[in-house]
Protein backbone atom coordinates (compact mmCIF):
# COMPACT_ATOMS: atom_id res chain seq x y z
CA UNK A 1 0.00 0.00 0.00
CA UNK A 2 2.94 2.78 1.18
CA UNK A 3 4.57 1.74 -2.44
CA UNK A 4 1.34 2.57 -3.90
CA UNK A 5 1.02 5.93 -2.39
CA UNK A 6 4.58 6.68 -3.62
CA UNK A 7 3.97 5.95 -7.06
CA UNK A 8 0.24 7.10 -7.45
CA UNK A 9 -0.41 10.19 -4.76
CA UNK A 10 3.07 11.39 -3.50
CA UNK A 11 3.95 14.77 -5.08
CA UNK A 12 -0.23 15.96 -5.70
CA UNK A 13 -1.88 18.66 -4.76
CA UNK A 14 -5.07 17.73 -2.83
CA UNK A 15 -7.34 20.35 -3.36
CA UNK A 16 -10.01 19.56 -1.64
CA UNK A 17 -11.16 17.07 1.30
CA UNK A 18 -14.97 15.28 2.50
CA UNK A 19 -15.51 13.68 5.37
CA UNK A 20 -18.97 11.59 5.34
CA UNK A 21 -18.57 9.68 8.59
CA UNK A 22 -17.03 11.55 11.76
CA UNK A 23 -15.95 7.74 13.56
CA UNK A 24 -13.28 7.68 10.44
CA UNK A 25 -11.38 11.08 11.69
CA UNK A 26 -12.45 10.64 15.42
CA UNK A 27 -9.12 11.52 16.80
CA UNK A 28 -9.47 15.33 15.89
CA UNK A 29 -12.78 16.33 13.71
CA UNK A 30 -13.90 16.35 10.35
CA UNK A 31 -13.39 20.22 10.30
CA UNK A 32 -9.70 19.69 11.27
CA UNK A 33 -9.01 17.23 9.22
CA UNK A 34 -9.94 18.92 5.71
CA UNK A 35 -8.39 22.58 6.91
CA UNK A 36 -5.27 21.15 7.36
CA UNK A 37 -5.16 18.92 4.44
CA UNK A 38 -6.46 21.21 1.50
CA UNK A 39 -4.53 23.10 -0.09
CA UNK A 40 -1.39 20.91 0.64
CA UNK A 41 0.99 18.82 -1.53
CA UNK A 42 1.70 15.54 -0.17
CA UNK A 43 5.38 14.97 0.18
CA UNK A 44 6.24 11.26 1.04
CA UNK A 45 4.41 8.61 2.64
CA UNK A 46 6.27 5.86 4.75
CA UNK A 47 5.32 3.07 7.03
CA UNK A 48 5.60 2.06 10.46
CA UNK A 49 4.21 -1.16 11.35
CA UNK A 50 0.74 -0.90 10.29
CA UNK A 51 0.38 2.90 10.29
CA UNK A 52 0.80 4.54 7.06
CA UNK A 53 1.96 8.15 7.29
CA UNK A 54 2.34 11.02 5.21
CA UNK A 55 3.61 14.25 4.79
CA UNK A 56 2.51 17.18 3.69
CA UNK A 57 4.42 20.47 2.68
CA UNK A 58 2.52 22.52 5.25
CA UNK A 59 4.26 20.42 8.21
CA UNK A 60 1.38 18.64 8.80
CA UNK A 61 1.37 14.93 8.61
CA UNK A 62 -1.34 12.71 7.25
CA UNK A 63 -1.56 9.01 9.26
CA UNK A 64 -3.74 5.86 8.06
CA UNK A 65 -4.61 2.97 9.38
CA UNK A 66 -6.74 0.70 7.63
CA UNK A 67 -7.45 -1.99 10.48
CA UNK A 68 -9.56 -5.03 9.80
CA UNK A 69 -11.31 -3.51 6.68
CA UNK A 70 -9.99 -0.37 5.56
CA UNK A 71 -9.27 -0.23 2.24
CA UNK A 72 -7.36 3.14 -0.10
CA UNK A 73 -8.36 3.83 -3.52
CA UNK A 74 -7.25 6.03 -6.26
CA UNK A 75 -10.48 6.64 -9.07
CA UNK A 76 -11.38 9.30 -11.17
CA UNK A 77 -13.47 11.56 -9.50
CA UNK A 78 -16.76 10.70 -11.73
CA UNK A 79 -16.16 6.80 -10.75
CA UNK A 80 -19.51 6.10 -8.03
CA UNK A 81 -17.86 6.52 -5.02
CA UNK A 82 -18.15 2.52 -3.38
CA UNK A 83 -20.19 1.99 -0.64
CA UNK A 84 -18.91 2.77 3.32
CA UNK A 85 -16.54 5.92 1.46
CA UNK A 86 -16.16 7.49 4.84
CA UNK A 87 -12.95 10.20 3.47
CA UNK A 88 -12.20 11.43 0.49
CA UNK A 89 -8.89 13.52 -0.79
CA UNK A 90 -9.36 15.50 -4.01
CA UNK A 91 -6.24 15.61 -6.10
CA UNK A 92 -5.24 17.48 -8.74
CA UNK A 93 -5.44 15.80 -11.95
CA UNK A 94 -8.68 14.51 -11.46
CA UNK A 95 -8.41 11.53 -8.99
CA UNK A 96 -9.83 11.04 -5.67
CA UNK A 97 -7.85 9.05 -2.96
CA UNK A 98 -10.99 7.21 -1.20
CA UNK A 99 -11.22 5.91 1.99
CA UNK A 100 -13.01 2.77 2.64
CA UNK A 101 -14.05 0.90 5.34
CA UNK A 102 -17.29 -1.31 6.09
CA UNK A 103 -16.39 -1.86 9.69
CA UNK A 104 -15.59 1.45 10.51
CA UNK A 105 -12.27 0.40 12.73
CA UNK A 106 -9.95 2.26 10.64
CA UNK A 107 -8.86 5.87 11.11
CA UNK A 108 -7.35 9.37 9.42
CA UNK A 109 -6.17 11.65 10.89
CA UNK A 110 -4.25 14.69 9.96
CA UNK A 111 -1.85 16.18 12.53
CA UNK A 112 1.64 18.40 13.81
CA UNK A 113 3.56 16.18 14.30
CA UNK A 114 4.77 18.02 17.68
CA UNK A 115 1.84 16.78 19.15
CA UNK A 116 2.24 13.14 18.20
CA UNK A 117 2.11 12.19 21.71
CA UNK A 118 -1.01 13.48 22.46
CA UNK A 119 -2.55 12.99 19.17
CA UNK A 120 -1.16 9.68 18.33
CA UNK A 121 0.42 8.19 21.68
CA UNK A 122 0.59 4.58 20.34
CA UNK A 123 3.39 5.61 17.73
CA UNK A 124 5.90 6.08 20.35
CA UNK A 125 4.76 2.55 21.94
CA UNK A 126 5.58 0.63 18.63
CA UNK A 127 8.61 -1.32 18.56
CA UNK A 128 11.18 -2.40 15.56
CA UNK A 129 9.91 -2.48 12.37
CA UNK A 130 11.37 -5.37 10.77
CA UNK A 131 11.01 -3.90 7.24
CA UNK A 132 11.33 0.21 7.78
CA UNK A 133 14.25 -0.52 10.33
CA UNK A 134 16.95 -2.82 11.42
CA UNK A 135 15.92 -5.60 13.50
CA UNK A 136 19.22 -7.70 13.77
CA UNK A 137 19.94 -11.13 15.32
CA UNK A 138 20.98 -9.95 18.48
CA UNK A 139 18.15 -7.50 19.16
CA UNK A 140 15.80 -10.20 18.17
CA UNK A 141 16.99 -12.27 21.05
CA UNK A 142 16.61 -9.76 23.18
CA UNK A 143 13.33 -9.36 22.85
CA UNK A 144 12.33 -12.90 22.79
CA UNK A 145 14.48 -13.04 26.44
CA UNK A 146 11.58 -10.54 27.76
CA UNK A 147 9.17 -13.43 28.38
CA UNK A 148 7.86 -16.72 28.40
CA UNK A 149 4.70 -15.97 26.59
CA UNK A 150 4.19 -17.82 23.72
CA UNK A 151 6.45 -16.86 21.12
CA UNK A 152 3.39 -16.23 18.65
CA UNK A 153 1.70 -14.02 20.87
CA UNK A 154 5.02 -12.34 21.13
CA UNK A 155 5.34 -11.61 17.52
CA UNK A 156 1.73 -9.86 17.88
CA UNK A 157 2.97 -7.83 20.19
CA UNK A 158 3.42 -4.36 18.45
CA UNK A 159 5.12 -3.12 21.13
CA UNK A 160 8.07 -5.11 20.44
CA UNK A 161 8.57 -5.81 16.44
CA UNK A 162 5.89 -3.34 14.31
CA UNK A 163 4.03 -4.64 11.83
CA UNK A 164 3.81 -8.60 12.06
CA UNK A 165 -0.19 -9.94 12.26
CA UNK A 166 -1.64 -13.09 12.42
CA UNK A 167 -1.11 -14.45 8.75
CA UNK A 168 2.51 -13.47 8.56
CA UNK A 169 2.94 -14.81 12.30
CA UNK A 170 1.74 -18.02 11.54
CA UNK A 171 3.85 -18.18 8.08
CA UNK A 172 6.86 -17.02 9.82
CA UNK A 173 6.49 -19.57 12.64
CA UNK A 174 6.39 -22.42 10.12
CA UNK A 175 9.09 -21.38 8.33
CA UNK A 176 11.42 -21.22 10.64
CA UNK A 177 9.86 -25.00 12.56
CA UNK A 178 9.15 -23.29 15.75
CA UNK A 179 6.27 -24.41 17.27
CA UNK A 180 3.77 -20.96 18.16
CA UNK A 181 3.39 -22.34 21.59
CA UNK A 182 6.93 -22.63 23.01
CA UNK A 183 8.01 -19.63 25.77
CA UNK A 184 9.74 -17.04 23.92
CA UNK A 185 12.36 -16.90 26.20
CA UNK A 186 12.97 -20.84 25.53
CA UNK A 187 13.50 -20.39 21.90
CA UNK A 188 17.12 -21.45 21.29
CA UNK A 189 19.99 -20.07 19.34
CA UNK A 190 19.14 -22.27 16.30
CA UNK A 191 16.08 -21.33 16.39
CA UNK A 192 16.34 -17.71 16.91
CA UNK A 193 18.61 -17.61 14.01
CA UNK A 194 16.02 -19.38 11.51
CA UNK A 195 13.17 -17.06 12.76
CA UNK A 196 15.39 -14.02 11.98
CA UNK A 197 15.74 -14.96 8.47
CA UNK A 198 12.28 -15.57 8.43
CA UNK A 199 10.67 -13.21 9.22
CA UNK A 200 12.91 -11.16 6.42
CA UNK A 201 11.63 -13.77 3.85
CA UNK A 202 8.18 -14.12 4.58
CA UNK A 203 7.65 -9.87 4.81
CA UNK A 204 9.59 -9.28 1.82
CA UNK A 205 7.94 -11.88 -0.19
CA UNK A 206 4.62 -10.84 0.91
CA UNK A 207 5.15 -7.08 0.12
CA UNK A 208 6.41 -8.70 -3.63
CA UNK A 209 3.15 -10.51 -4.10
CA UNK A 210 1.19 -7.18 -3.03
CA UNK A 211 0.06 -8.36 0.10
CA UNK A 212 -2.50 -11.38 0.99
CA UNK A 213 -5.96 -11.75 -0.39
CA UNK A 214 -8.65 -13.66 1.37
CA UNK A 215 -12.06 -14.80 0.55
CA UNK A 216 -13.52 -11.62 1.94
CA UNK A 217 -11.65 -9.87 -0.75
CA UNK A 218 -11.24 -6.93 1.69
CA UNK A 219 -7.71 -6.19 1.60
CA UNK A 220 -6.56 -4.62 -2.03
CA UNK A 221 -4.44 -2.19 -3.54
CA UNK A 222 -4.61 1.24 -4.67
CA UNK A 223 -6.21 0.22 -7.90
CA UNK A 224 -8.50 -2.44 -6.35
CA UNK A 225 -6.09 -5.44 -7.52
CA UNK A 226 -6.14 -8.13 -4.72
CA UNK A 227 -2.48 -9.57 -3.72
CA UNK A 228 -1.43 -13.18 -4.44
CA UNK A 229 0.69 -14.19 -1.26
CA UNK A 230 -2.50 -15.87 -0.08
CA UNK A 231 -1.08 -18.62 -2.34
CA UNK A 232 1.58 -19.33 -1.08
CA UNK A 233 0.17 -19.51 2.29
CA UNK A 234 1.66 -23.00 4.12
CA UNK A 235 -0.59 -22.88 7.46
CA UNK A 236 -2.45 -20.08 7.67
CA UNK A 237 -6.20 -21.11 6.88
CA UNK A 238 -5.37 -24.92 6.41
CA UNK A 239 -6.62 -26.22 9.84
CA UNK A 240 -7.65 -29.94 8.40
CA UNK A 241 -5.21 -29.96 5.56
CA UNK A 242 -2.20 -32.14 5.13
CA UNK A 243 0.69 -30.21 5.40
CA UNK A 244 2.05 -28.97 1.86
CA UNK A 245 5.46 -28.78 3.34
CA UNK A 246 6.40 -31.85 4.90
CA UNK A 247 3.05 -33.98 3.27
CA UNK A 248 2.89 -36.35 6.81
CA UNK A 249 1.13 -34.04 8.95
CA UNK A 250 -2.16 -32.54 9.01
CA UNK A 251 -2.18 -28.31 10.20
CA UNK A 252 -3.71 -27.46 13.49
CA UNK A 253 -5.52 -24.17 14.84
CA UNK A 254 -5.88 -22.87 18.39
CA UNK A 255 -6.24 -19.98 20.11
CA UNK A 256 -2.99 -18.34 21.28
CA UNK A 257 -2.92 -15.03 22.49
CA UNK A 258 -6.38 -13.71 21.13
CA UNK A 259 -5.74 -14.99 18.19
CA UNK A 260 -6.21 -18.33 16.30
CA UNK A 261 -3.08 -19.71 15.54
CA UNK A 262 -2.66 -22.30 12.80
CA UNK A 263 0.43 -24.90 13.01
CA UNK A 264 2.16 -28.35 11.39
CA UNK A 265 2.96 -30.36 14.22
CA UNK A 266 5.46 -32.45 12.60
CA UNK A 267 7.45 -29.54 10.80
CA UNK A 268 6.73 -27.37 13.98
CA UNK A 269 7.66 -29.80 17.24
Known amino acids: MRRGLESRVVGRLVV???VGRPRAVRRTSAAELIARVRGTRIERFDRRGKYLLGRLDSGDHLM???RMSGQLLVERVDAPRPR??????VLEGGDELRFVDPRTFGEVVAFDPDEVDRVLPELARLGVDPVAETLDLPRLR???????????ALLLDQSWIAGIGNIY?????HRSGIDPRRPAAR??????ERLHRAIGEVLGEAIASGGSTLGDAQYVDLMGEGGSFQDQHRVYGRAGSRCVTCSRGVVVSAPIGGRTSSWCRVCQR
Open 64 to 66: VHL
Open 84 to 89: HTHVVF
Open 187 to 192: VNAAQS
Open 169 to 173: GDEIL
Open 16 to 18: DAW
Open 142 to 152: AILRTTYRPVK
